[in-house]
Each structure stands twice: as structure tokens, then as C-alpha cells.
């Protein structure tokens, strides 16, 4: 939030332990104001340009599956003082970007939103009704039928957080041909009415105090409809580490796929019941967070086989190309 909440994040940040066991912080090492000076122009939240030539703000932004994905609080508060109107993203589904959004950021900034946009794909519906991914672009009303099911639980996510969503359909040329700007006008416009009547009551899906593995069950039942949540020997090495450290009252961060409400990236749809595993907790306590990393995920995120830098370059004229 500001360069003094950082320096003292910086200085939480937990390294290890001495010889005697004994816990040592990035504080006791005495270095919390140099990595500030480092970091000082990385406070600075970068003004950037949309297609359509409308200002954005980016500043932070790592991936929902694996971290809280979102922006720093920083940037929204900026954004806050100079518009009306402010649209922040949380990354991939609701269950990942859109909990961490409001149980880490909000609970961190006293922030809440008037109103919630879930964005849908119908290549993502079909997908998460059973079909391959190489069959994405084939027409199937049936399999879109079936993939509501796991839309309707990202709806009944958002309202048990007492939010009421609006769902747009984000159109590829598969699809339909989109018209910018101009074609999210009536998108826009739901939006404003829902906002306009929000009471803002924030509600969190578990509390700091709770002990982390009533914090963990929370989210995973509640929110990924999980049955019973197994903790292998590591994370349960992890927990006991957690609370001697006294840091137990932290919120969670979950880092699990981002392909289902499960840690399986393969249970499709809206599964209920299915059990939970939770293979090791890390610790973030700079961050302010502990990170049950659930399942096999990769947590070090990769560029696609040809990414758009590929395509991006100066004409003749000085001229970017190849944007889009």
C-alpha cells in the first residue's frame, strides 16, 4: 500500500533457521531498507495504453493459480482517485483469482467491490463438459449444456461472498465477431445497475483466527465442494512449523490447477465430494500469507509455444504492428 508497508513486508520475509533453531527474518538481518531502495521505482505503479486507447494501470499481476492473482493494492487505490469508474482483474476462475481478491487484497485494503463481472467462454464451457481440446471449435449446444454446471458454481461462489455477479460471454471469432468496445456497451450498462445497488458487506470465507487447517477445509468444502481434505506428512511437518512460528493467524493463498475446482486437473464440471490433498504449506509471511500447495502443479508459469513478442515490431514508419 505504500512504501512503509512494504519495507515492513520486507522485513517479515522469513529465511530460515540458525543453528540453535531459532527463527531468522529478513528484519534481523537488518537488510528491510536496502531491498526498499531496490525496489523503490517498483512501488511505482506503469501507466499503459488499451487498443482502444483507454488508460490501464498495471502493476503487480501474478498468476491466480499459483498466487493471489491480482494487482497490488497500490494500483487500485490509484485508479480509485482518478476515476469513477474502476475494473480490476482477478486472475482465472472465481475459485482462485476472485477468493484471493477478496479473502487477501480486500481483508489486507479494507477494499470491496460494488460489483462482480464473470467472464465465460463458450470454448471453456464446452471444455469443462467434456470435450477435448483439439475439439474446442466444433459446435455442441449439449456440451455447453454441460458445462454450466461448472459456471453455476462460480455463481454460487460470488453470492456466498453476498455479491451478485453478472456473467458476460467472452466472444472469439469461433463464435461470433466481436465489435470492441461498442459491443460491451450493454455489458456495461448491468454492470452500473448492479453496482449502483450494492450495499457493501464484506464477508470472508473463513476467519484469520481460525486454525489453518479449519481455514483450508473452508475454502476447498465450501467453495471447491471438496469432501475430506488429506494432508500428506510434509504439510503436516509444515503445519506444526507454521504455528511454532506464531504465524498461524495468516490468511491462505491455495496453489492448485487452475483446469478444476478440484487439485485434479481432469475432474471436469462440478464435482462434489472428491477428496482434497494438500501435499506441502509454504510459507510467504513478507507477502502476509502460507500457501497450501495442493495436488501436482507446476508453479513456475511458461510462455505458449509462440508467444505474441513473436509477432510485435516497428514498421517503417515507426509504427508498432502486430498487437493484435
Known amino acids: 500500500q505504500s512504501a512503509a508497508d512494504l519495507k515492513e513486508r520486507l522485513g517479515k520475509i522469513f529465511i530460515g533457521f540458525s543453528r540453535s533453531k531459532a527463527p531468522i527474518f529478513a528484519r534481523d538481518l537488518k537488510v528491510a531498507g536496502a531491498m526498499l531502495a531496490l525496489l523503490r521505482e517498483a512501488m511505482q505503479p506503469n501507466l499503459v495504453q488499451t487498443l482502444e486507447g483507454t488508460p490501464a494501470i498495471l502493476h503487480g499481476g501474478p498468476f491466480g493459480n499459483i498466487a493471489q492473482g491480482t494487482n497490488s493494492v497500490v494500483a487500485t487505490q490509484l485508479g480509485m482517485s482518478l476515476a469513477d469508474w474502476v475494473v480490476t482483474e482477478a486472475g482465472f476462475g472465481f475459485d482462485l483469482g476472485g477468493e484471493k481478491f477478496l479473502d487477501l487484497k480486500c481483508r489486507a485494503s479494507g477494499l470491496w467491490p460494488d460489483a462482480v463481472v464473470l467472464v465465460a467462454t463458450i470454448r471453456a464451457l464446452k471444455y469443462q463438459g467434456g470435450v477435448p481440446v483439439k475439439d474446442l471449435t466444433t459446435p455442441s449446444t449439449e456440451a455447453i449444456r454441460r458445462g454450466f454446471a ?84 510434509k504439510a503436516r511437518t509444515d503445519l506444526k512449523t507454521i504455528t511454532d512460528l506464531g504465524l498461524a493467524n495468516l490468511p491462505i493463498c491455495m496453489a492448485k490447477t487452475q483446469y478444476s475446482f478440484s487439485e485434479q486437473p481432469g475432474l471436469l464440471g462440478r464435482p462434489e465430494g472428491f477428496k482434497f490433498a494438500v501435499r506441502e504449506i509454504e510459507i510467504a509471511a513478507g507477502a502476509g500469507f502460507i500457501i497450501p500447495i495442493c495436488g501436482d502443479i507446476m508453479r513456475m508459469p511458461g510462455l505458449p509455444d509462440v508467444p505474441a513478442a513473436e509477432h510485435i515490431d516497428l514498421d517503417e514508419h515507426g509504427e508498432v504492428i502486430g498487437l493484435m
Do not use: M, W
Open 150 to 233: 461448472n459456471l453455476s458454481r462460480h455463481l454460487d461462489n460470488c453470492q456466498f461472498f453476498g455479491l451478485a455477479p453478472v456473467v458476460v460471454i467472452n466472444r472469439f471469432a469461433a463464435d461470433h465477431f466481436g465489435h470492441g468496445g461498442e459491443g460491451a456497451i450493454a455489458a456495461a450498462e448491468a454492470v452500473i445497475a448492479v453496482a449502483e445497488a450494492s450495499t457493501r458487506a464484506p464477508k470472508y470465507a473463513y476467519a484469520l483466527n481460525s486454525p489453518v487447517e479449519a481455514k483450508i477445509e473452508a475454502v476447498a468444502q465450501v467453495l471447491y465442494g471438496a469432501g475430506e481434505v488429506i494432508y500428506a506428512p
